[in-house]
């Protein structure tokens, strides 16, 4: 990739200007690469679901039961934790999902971008989840909500220690499921690209390098594994505590 | 690190090379921190705040169609398929419980017949058991008494051949005797005298 022998593994997350849609009201805007991927996986997510389920068969094709397993997936685990009630959430979760994994997945084709390796993408992703569950919890319950802050069963001269850690708890939610998804992704892409680096550096210092180089290539092929392992958890992960979140706002109570 | 890539510069350096007259202190002092001659312009990429409008913008386009296109067209119809198929499983289990009870009927209702067929025959068969062998007692009983009358009947004509015989032999014995006494005394006897004898002798 690099144009020399140095090999620079944060290259990847550039972000650079397609278009460059100039600076309205003092805030730069432009259609990057990033976008481009975004709107790729939109895209893909669309077209993939509504090919798959083309036929719309009693026996599903295998394309169709792909479709239907992501489907029944997302809505088990919306089912298990956030309950029947939690079903109305359901196209939420499973956008967000559907949208993490691809974004993960696709990441991991060579020279392509990885849009959740970027802080902001994974913490507006969060900051959506959390308002969805302020919100929804307001509207719902009233002041009611804020007995989520409250636990029952607790003496009253703990109780304000009580209300300021589970303030915490609830402030870092976002906080946590944002890094949690940026800095796995973040760490695992670079830590693929130094790998491959040192075969690059490795096999360009002779015949001795090409034989040293077999560790840095098994580890790369290891990780590549891992890294698609992560990619998948890390997408299950952010729906299943989007789901735990949202049981939060539909009862507050503990 | 050390390299600049053609794109990647490209971002930063187009901020630096905007010298617009609106530009925000803020982002002047961004670009003071981290100036274009730097190898990789932006820093690290994540942390570069220039990009994040751009995203967030974005994002919100991306992820806004991709909500709509999931929860009014792509999620309803998997939901459709499901709730087919599963309908359908549910309809084809009740029809073949239906079909299972109603064979079930059929196989009770079967049984009841041939029970029912088992015990008429059954039925019949006593009947004409019983009838038959009234009808042979009856006729054993006819037959009997016939034969029994004509038994008597037999009987008395033997007793009546009988005494009648009887009568005559006493009559040819009183003749014989009568004429037996008359040759040896060369009288006949008195045929009163005779018969009181015969009677006498047969008596004894």
Redesign the interface.
Known sequence: MASGTVIDPIHQFQIHKIVDLGAPGGVELAFTNSAAFMFGIVALVFFFLTFATRGRTLVPNRLQSLAELSYEFVASTVRSTAGNEGMKFFPLVFSLFIFVLTANFVGMIPYSFTVTSHLIVTAALALLVILTVIIYGFVRHGTHFLHLFVPSGVPAFLLPFMVVIELISFLSRPISLSLRLFANMLAGHIAMKVFAGFIVMMTSAGIAGWLGAVLPLAMVVALTALEFLVAFLQAYVFAVLTCIYLNDALHPGH | ???A?G??G??VI??AG?P?P???PA?SGVEIAVPPAEA?G?G?????V???????????I??G???L???R???P??????E??HD?IADDLEEAGKLKAESEAAAVAYEKALAGARNKAHGIATETRDKLTADAEASRKSLEAELSAKLAAAEQQIAATKTAAMSNVRGIAVDAAGAIVGELIGTVPAPGAVEAAVDTAIKS
């Not at chain 2, 690290?44 to 570069?48: A, E, S, V, W």
């Not at chain 2, 119809?77 to 499901?82: G, V």
Request: hydrophobic fraction near 50%; avoid cysteine.
């Open positions: 690190m050390s390299e890539q794109p990647a490209t971002f187009a901020q905007t617009a609106g530009t925000l982002e990789h932006g690290f990429p994540p942390f570069d220039h990009t994040f409008p751009s995203q967030l913008v974005w994002l919100a991306a992820f169609a991709l909500y296109l999931m929860s067209i792509a999620l119809r998997i939901a459709n398929i499901l087919e198929r359908r």
